[in-house]
């Protein structure tokens, strides 16, 4: 059995975590005394525990984000139950250390209850520190009983003595580490997305957004190692790509946040994809939506249909909002580049914009929305603003009448503003739209109900209200069931 349980909640099932495989393959002599169990997250909660149990690990690596806390909070509290010897699961089955990290785990205060079963939280990128921290626990024969101070954990637990319960981890240099790739097997690169990093980090500093935190281990308030790119060497990020190619990747997403920030490296995967990519395959990158100079949209004109999909975070249109939140914007540019896109390439398109910042009220994102629709990325993606912990949003709670759901997804629920029923209304047209737009299974009512050039949002809350009033939900509507409703309501 092996020493090293590393685990996660994945959204879903085709969402393999990299972060998983970079701590494995950094493991160094670890390595073989290591292994990998992925969970999705509509799983049953006995289909989590059940292989954790068995694998009697000494220790067990959890990777915590937003979309998988409360999860992980369930899972922690079962497993706990079970090594309890509440009920036979987990009957005289040691506890192991438990380890917490991700980009969760990194931001929370030290009092929440994700930690509660925790006996370390690794804050920052773990790839050193996880290792350091396995080498000295597995180093301990024979382990020590739990020392004082050590309220969290029961007494029969074997753990060896706890230097400090949290461990900043500065950021890491690309250069020195290794990424892992060769840990996807034949059915992940078949069947699941192949995540890939070229770079980490991000230039800006967007106070919704994690960037807009101060990393552990790097409290330089500007220009510190966690607030600079930092870049895999080209060359040996290419072998990779070719590699995992070769093996059989279908579909790579990119989790840099900024792919063409360095326009002349961004052209060198571009063309190297390009000369690789079949049909069924495709890559998938998020670009700031500002920087498109000629080099760059001419190779994005060369991609084949369905080869290509873009994320643009457009985020807001309003000038002043963005300069509230410390986001860098020129909308006149980023419609533009957009409207190319539409216009000049076969990429698919994901624009997305954020409902709920400080300031912004109805009018002000309905405009917005509108002058987005006007140039027709292939899907807008509408989100509600979130209050991370850990970022520079919080500092506008009170100046804007702000008030979050202090529990993940930590989304706001009213502001000074947009008062709580025109946020639940915003919700509910996200979800219709998703489900008449974004899908593309409507062109032929969505070209009825909402004519070109005109106008789409009012005409579009308007739906999505009446659709809530028939159906009750916004979820789990037969399709065919939908496409009557839409009927009824030409024109609305």
Request: aromatic fraction near 8%; charged fraction near 25%; hydrophobic fraction near 40%.
């Amino acid at each position: 059995m092996p020493d090293i349980i590393l685990s996660t909640i994945n959204a879903k099932w085709i969402h393999p975590s990299l972060a998983l495989r970079l701590l494995k393959a950094n493991l160094g002599a670890l390595e073989p005394r290591a292994a990998i169990l992925e969970f999705a997250l509509r799983q049953p909660l006995s289909e989590k525990t059940g292989p954790i149990l068995a694998a009697r690990p000494r220790i067990l690596g959890l990777s915590v984000s937003i979309w998988n806390h409360t999860a992980t909070v369930e899972l922690l509290e079962a497993l706990a139950s079970a090594w309890a010897g509440e009920g036979s699961s987990g009957e005289g089955i040691p506890r192991p250390i438990i380890v917490l990290g991700g980009p969760e785990a990194s931001t929370l205060p030290e009092d929440a209850a994700l930690f509660r079963h925790a006996d370390y939280v690794i804050r920052g990128e773990g790839e050193a520190a996880f290792q350091e921290l396995c080498e000295t626990a597995l180093d301990l024969t024979p382990w020590k009983k739990v020392p004082v101070g050590f309220p969290d954990v029961p007494e029969t637990s074997l753990v060896p003595p706890r230097v400090t319960k949290f461990i900043d981890a500065p950021p890491v240099d690309p250069a020195l580490i290794d990424p892992g790739y060769r840990l996807y097997t034949a059915e992940d690169l078949g069947r699941k997305l192949t995540y890939v990093e070229a770079a980490r980090g991000c230039p800006f500093g967007c106070e919704f957004c994690l960037s807009s935190a101060v990393p552990k281990g790097d409290e330089t308030s500007q220009g510190g190692l966690g607030k600079r790119v930092r870049e895999f060497p080209l060359e040996p990020f290419l072998a990779e790509m070719e590699g995992l190619i070769r093996r059989g990747a279908r579909s790579f997403k990119f989790l840099d946040r900024t792919f063409n920030l360095d326009i002349e490296r961004a052209g060198r995967i571009l063309e190297f994809f390009l000369e690789r990519l079949e049909p069924g395959m495709y890559v998938h990158f998020e670009m700031v939506p500002s920087r498109f100079p000629r080099e760059l949209r001419e190779a994005l004109t060369r991609f084949l249909p369905g080869t290509l999909r873009l994320e643009l975070g457009i985020q807001t249109l309003n000038r002043e909002t963005a300069a509230r939140i410390g986001r860098p914007v020129d909308p006149e540019r980023e419609l533009e580049v957009l409207d190319f896109l539409r216009r000049k390439t076969q990429a698919i398109v994901h624009a997305d914009l954020i409902a709920g910042l400080p300031g912004e009220d109805m009018a002000s994102f309905a405009q917005g929305f509108d002058r987005l629709w006007q140039v027709r990325p292939t899907e807008i993606q509408l989100g509600i603003l979130k209050c991370l912990p850990g970022t520079a949003m919080s500092r506008h709670i009170e100046p804007f009448g702000m008030r979050f759901n202090p529990d993940p997804p930590y989304e706001v629920l009213e502001t000074a503003v947009m008062p709580p029923e025109d946020l639940d209304r915003i919700k509910n047209f996200a979800r219709f739209w998703e489900l008449i737009v974004n899908r593309g299974v409507f062109a032929q009512e969505c070209s009825a109900l909402f004519p070109e050039g005109a106008p789409i949002f009012a005409p579009f809350m308007a739906l999505s209200d009446r659709l809530l009033e028939r159906f009750g939900r916004n979820w789990g509507i037969d399709r065919r069931d939908l496409q009557n409703a839409l009927g009824v309501y030409y024109p609305l």
